[in-house]
């Protein structure tokens, strides 16, 4: 009983505190009482959360009678001062809370923080999306690559920086200190965006090999026992073979385009030498999806192939044999690409060339895919045995990609697939032939 009424003491204290601000008209008191608000916001438990987020979904909502009635004099007559009153009754008041929560010390990193309590109230709770869309509303404003600091991570980076970058590593995990300093040395590179009011918190990182070559296998990249390159003549070749988000609050928030294209700048200048742009990256999902039955628009793959592709995509999947038994299966009865005939990997690849040179385009589209070609890289090689870890075998047969950047064409290229086209190389096209 004491519990509950402690519980319930809290949501009021935090309830009042939100009133108090959002009526405040002056800025003398704004820090004093965003402070109260967020002090107050994280006495809650976690199971009051959605009762918090539900209060300014329900409380903190526009008008309906002022927005119908502001809409219909901006139809009626669309002058300017018509115009601001229809954008100020459509404006919800939570965004206004949000402004003036993101004035208390230390405010930018509480609302961040909040997010990533309400994100994990959507699945559950749908209509709070609306309090979500108005935060990363701002938080998209705020988190612009405009303000944002681009810096290299070195060995001599504070400590914090570098134990965030072990902690968030996605996609290849660091295996402690060796490991990282390994990923930190002359012929490799890491940069991550900040924001200045969280100056040691690492935003978004990418790590980067310098190389002569294009390269087909990650194994080498990320071996902390391997040698290190220290003649810069050999760097011909960037290859970013790693992209994580650090911060969960942020998803939804686009930054890792503007990452990557700001150190493909900022290694050309300061290696002339390096001529190529590449990434070397996973494709998950891949598995599932041929798995599903290779459909690439959910119900008429036959519309959206060439007859041609249509027989190719049928054979590949009579070849791998799926639906007899599965990939889990084939798994624990120890396939491996060293052992796979070449029928098995002929229609691996044909299917993933089809997977990605042609339903990267659509709406679920490989996530990997749609962020590099969206970003005007081109889908340029699909390599055999690329990634022979655990997690490469489960979800893309070891199969890994490389996107090539080439920066005289990244514009046009992110053009074509805004509208619809995915650029692809020869040899890509060669593996979708029947």
Known sequence: MLEKLAKARYFSRVTGAVNRLISERGESNAVSMADDVINNYRKLSKDQYAKFFTFLFEKLNPDPTAVITAAQNFATEGNARNYIKLQRVTEPPRQELFRRLNRATNGTAALVSMRRDLLQLLEKQPELTAVDFDLRHLLSSWFNPGFLKMHRVDWKSPAEVLEKLIQHEAVHAIDGWDDLRRRLQPDRRCFAFFHPQLPNEPLIFVEVALLPEIPGVITPLVDKKAETVHQTSQYKVAAFYSISNCEPGLRGVSMGNFLIKRVAEQLHAEFPSLKTFVTLSPIPGFIDWVAAGADLDGEKVGVQLKPA??????????????????????????????????????????????????????????????????????????????????????????????????????????????????????????????
């Open 309 to 434: 592709l249509r027989l190719a995509r049928e054979h590949a999947l009579e070849a791998i044999g799926l639906a007899k038994r599965s990939w889990s299966e084939r798994l624990s009865a120890g396939w491996h690409p060293d052992n796979a005939t070449e029928k098995e990997k002929k229609a691996l690849l044909t299917l993933a060339s089809i997977y990605l040179g042609i339903g990267s385009a659509n709406r679920n589209g490989n996530p990997v895919a749609k962020f590099h070609l969206g970003n005007g890289a081109k889908l340029h090689q699909i390599n055999w045995a690329a990634d022979l870890s655990r997690k490469g075998l489960r979800q893309s047969a070891c199969l890994m990609v490389n996107y090539l950047y080439d920066l005289g064409n990244v514009e046009e290229n992110h053009e074509r697939f805004a509208n619809g086209e995915i650029v692809y190389s020869k040899a890509v096209g060669r593996l979708m032939a029947p």
